[in-house]
């Protein structure tokens, strides 16, 4: 079973205001990402982090900014969340290495709605 | 280029009958990784089936199973004797063997299962 979380699963708010979406895992994966997902739609990676201090952004440009200090948590923060933002927030990890057998493993997501 | 094709954005089965979700892939790497994952509407990623490219077997995993077909670069799942509970998105994805060899996700097929 996965170990990574992240929290809220869901939040409203109004346009303007910055959020943090959280997420943490207990695997010790170096690599985490942050996924965007309209409903029933594709995935668009907007960030990514190989380990402690490394973060990249993603194909999809997004206005959002993360960080990583410590090897198991991965925040993403809006500094002024807008409508536009409203989507689907998923974080995923894996270990580092050249494996092709390593799953991804997901957290379950944070829906965001922007008023 | 676009690493991962699903061209089927919408499948609808019959229960109990079989159905197959197609993916081709685009790799010039010898060793890679293939995955399916399913997300049903309460959004998190589900991992389903890995199939390694040197594996001679087809992968199997309870209903499903992967049709690999390394020459045609394609990796289609196979649900067997669907259930209503397999109404989802499925993604198919690829991890290569280079470096970061982070993992590519497809689009998605949206399958519903009908009663």
């Known amino acids: 079973e996965a170990d990574i979380y992240q929290t809220p699963r869901y939040l409203v708010i109004g346009t303007g205001k910055k959020i943090t979406l959280e997420c943490s895992q207990t695997?010790?994966?170096?690599?985490m990402y942050w996924y965007q997902q309209d409903p029933g739609m594709e995935l668009h990676l907007i960030h990514y982090?190989?380990?402690?201090?490394?973060?990249e952004k993603g194909d999809l440009s997004s206005e959002s900014t993360v960080s990583r200090i410590r090897t198991e948590h991965f925040p993403l923060t809006l500094e002024s969340a807008r409508p536009s933002h409203t989507s689907q927030y998923l974080c995923?990890?894996?270990?580092?290495?050249?494996?092709?057998?390593?799953?991804?493993?997901f957290g379950p997501g944070t829906r965001l709605t922007v008023l | 280029a676009q690493k991962i094709t699903q061209t089927q954005p919408g499948m609808f089965v019959q229960e109990k009958e079989a159905v197959t979700l197609d993916c081709t892939y685009d790799?010039?790497?010898?060793?890679?990784?293939l995955f399916w994952y399913k997300q049903p509407s309460s959004g998190e990623m589900i991992f389903l089936i890995y199939q390694g490219s040197y594996d001679e077997q087809n992968a199997t995993e309870g209903r499903y199973s992967l049709n690999f077909q390394k020459a045609r670069k394609s990796a289609n799942l196979v649900i067997s004797a669907s259930q209503l509970g397999d109404s989802a998105m499925y993604f198919c994805a690829m991890r290569e063997g280079s470096p970061n060899n982070d993992m590519r996700f497809g689009a998605g097929t949206r399958l519903t299962v009908k009663p």
């Open positions: 982090s190989y380990g402690v201090n490394s973060t």
């Open positions: 790799t010039s790497d010898q060793s890679y990784g």
């Open positions: 995923a990890s894996s270990p580092l290495g050249t494996s092709v057998h390593n799953e991804q493993f």
């Open positions: 695997m010790g994966h170096d690599k």
